[in-house]
């Protein structure tokens, strides 16, 4: 069954609106192996993008779709890199545009503590991707897109707040469809009654809504708290959503689809190296077979793999796998573990 319509006439695949930022990872490789340690005892780092739309921006390019970019950089040498990474990831980047007033891009160091910790220390002050203003945002570029992809995190603050709002006005009356990751940053958030307000504005637009439990809970405060997964499907599909994604982290996800089914899968199980990066993993691959028109159970499996996979991995984009790549862990775990070690 085909939950959702893309309108196959548009050129890109999928605009990705808002976060993009410079993730500094302890150093990993053949060389310089270094352990899980504490961040204050890391010596080198490595340099990647980073943010979770940059990051499933680059996975679905790495699968094949054609993506372009709506952000705000640093004008310096660190928004020359997110630019030039990913005009050779082969994303679209006309509309990236630079910063004027000398904001730059988030700095992320993340800590590996063990396989089951990790956290972010986080240099976000006078924030470039945060200055997305409504000048920003085309018409035209937007009418060029399948769908469009809305980070929450581009909602925290004004001028970014009012150019996502617009992207989806937009989008809507140009048969765009809308994807809204809830993606919950803390750090972003002044108030929680601000998120649940600019959250679930775009969450009554969506046709397609991807989050965890908790920021379902987030998203609905003002609305009712408190709600089952079943009634959180219930009330967005009661405005546009054809498709709710809740995730439940290690525990599985669910997707529940307009027509009163539900779809569950697990985690592959593997070491994971950070907690970062699933989410994007999984939406990458999610999206993916959603555009393949695969049965939504597929779609969650692809993208429980290529979960697995990202937080297994030292980084959040570089490592972003090819459809192949997903395919062959795939089988790899099955031969492992049996046919239904994903799915429930
Ligand atoms: N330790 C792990 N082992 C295997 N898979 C994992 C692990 N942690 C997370 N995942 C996978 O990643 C998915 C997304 O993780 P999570 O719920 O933490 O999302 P998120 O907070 O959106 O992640 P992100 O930091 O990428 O935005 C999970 O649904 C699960 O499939
Ligand atoms: O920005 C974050 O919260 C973490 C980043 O390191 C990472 O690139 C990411 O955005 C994961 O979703």
Known sequence: MEYIKFNEARELDLILLGRVAIDFNPAYNEQVKEEFKPLKKVHMFE???????????VGVTRHGMKAGFLGKVSDDQFGEFVVDYFNEQGIDTS?????????????TFTEMLSSSESSILMYRNCIADLQLSVEDIDEEYIKKAKAILISGTALAESPSREAALKAVMLAKRNDVRIIFDIDYRAYNW??????????????????????SREEFDLTE???KPGMTDEESAALWQGYHAAIVVIKHGMKGSTAYTR?????????FPVEARKGFGGGD??????????YQGWDIIDCLEFGSAEASMMVKSNNCSDSLPTPEEVHAFIKEEKEKFGEMIARV
């Open 259 to 267: 027509d009163g089914q539900s779809f569950s899968i697990k985690p």
């Open 47 to 57: 340099k990647f993008v980073g943010g979770s739309p940059a990051n499933i921006a």
């Open 221 to 223: 405060k003002l609305i």
């Open 190 to 211: 002044k108030n929680t009654d601000e998120l649940s307000i600019y959250y679930s504005t775009v969450a009554k637009e969506a046709d397609i809504i991807m989050g």
């Open 95 to 107: 509309h990236i545009t630079k910063c004027k007033n000398g904001e730059k891009l988030g700095l």
């Open 281 to 290: 993993g999984y939406g990458s691959g999610f999206l993916y077979g959603l």
